[in-house]
């Protein structure tokens, strides 16, 4: 049975890894095969240690194996990271994690979350209750242009 925990630092280089097997497995349906070569060598970003360290990263694992992963900004209301290994997708991992995720921002007093959507992972967002705003090009720091789904999600109070 799988189980949930907060994602460490010391975690970041098996999510960076679980990251890039997800981009290449899952958004090969929307985008070039070059921008996925390029988006998928960069290294993490600078933000992303603080993020853990802050608290709002969140895995999921069973048996030593970390299954997926999801990191909220704590200061900003903004999903940053939602990746699932692609052998264990279909199993609930990530509506599990973005469940907790909305928890926490709750008891954070936050009222609204909002992420940039790759164009293959906008339905599954859709079903988590976020909704488009607008088409956008993300600007990723790899010099590459994603096309992309802004997309806010409204919480309700439990």
Known sequence: MPNQRQALVTDLPVLWDLRTRA???SCASHYAPDIID???AAAPPDK???LLAAGGGLLEEENGQVLGFAILNLDSGELDAAFVDPAQ???G???RLLAALDALAR???FERLFLSASLNAVPFYETAGYVEVRREVYPHRSGIQLESVYMEKTLTRS
Do not use: D, S, V
């Open 23 to 25: 981009i290449r497995a």
């Open 38 to 40: 390029t988006w998928c």
């Open 48 to 50: 992303m240690a603080p």
């Open 89 to 91: 997708q279909g199993r």
């Open 93 to 95: 991992i990530a509506r």
């Open 107 to 109: 008891e954070r007093g």
